[in-house]
């Protein structure tokens, strides 16, 4: 389920909402490849950190673990949508990632194409003989099939009748 903007500003900080609104469509398409991996580094680690600081709420409600705070946490409802925010807006920017290498490795392949293509025009014509005389050409391979001395219809015809002669003389 989408968050709007309104709610992933209520469950994040100042620093984490600046991050997260780098992965939003406008502000994304203006971020270099370098920012862009390192917004995806910083988020990642502030994931994690929310998956692990609801994981400990989690075993303190259920009086696993001691408590951190003052108080033992009642509820890490909060951290879950921190969690949720957070790993959306990684999505979106290891999305953005990954188009950005599609495009890059579509770019170098059509450009050595490209390459290809001039070097073969600059490439010298095919040699051709001198004179317009056909040369002698390709020799004759003899087949190494067996010949055949009879036609197999011919054998078959002879088969037959020698079986009805056979059956007359059985009679």
Same mark, same amino acid.
């Given at each position: ?57 989690? @075993?303190? *409600?259920?009086? =696993? $673990?001691?408590?951190?705070?003052? /108080? ?7 951290? !879950? ?33 490209? @390459?290809? *293509?001039?070097? =073969? $025009?600059?490439?010298?014509?095919? /040699? ?7 040369? !002698? ?35």
């Amino acid at each position: 389920m989408a968050i709007s903007r309104k709610d992933e500003a209520r469950f994040l900080d100042k620093d984490e909402a600046a991050l997260v609104e780098k992965s939003h469509h406008p502000d994304i398409a203006s971020v270099d490849d370098k920012e862009l991996s390192s917004t995806i580094k910083l988020i990642r680690e502030r994931r994690d950190r929310a998956r692990e600081i609801g994981q400990r709420q989690r @075993r303190e *409600m259920r009086g =696993k $673990a001691k408590p951190q705070g003052a /108080k033992p946490a009642g509820d890490n409802a909060g951290t !879950k949508q921190k969690m949720a925010v957070l790993a959306q807006a990684l999505k979106r920017l290891n999305s953005e990632q990954t188009r950005r290498q599609q495009l890059s490795a579509r770019n170098a392949t059509a450009s050595g194409m490209k @390459r290809a *293509m001039e070097m =073969k $025009a600059a490439a010298s014509a095919p /040699k051709r003989p001198a004179s317009k005389t056909a040369d !002698k050409g390709m020799k004759a391979k003899p087949s190494k099939k067996n010949q055949q001395i009879t036609d197999p219809r011919e054998v078959g015809r002879v088969s037959q009748q020698i079986k009805k002669a056979q059956a007359k003389k059985d009679k």
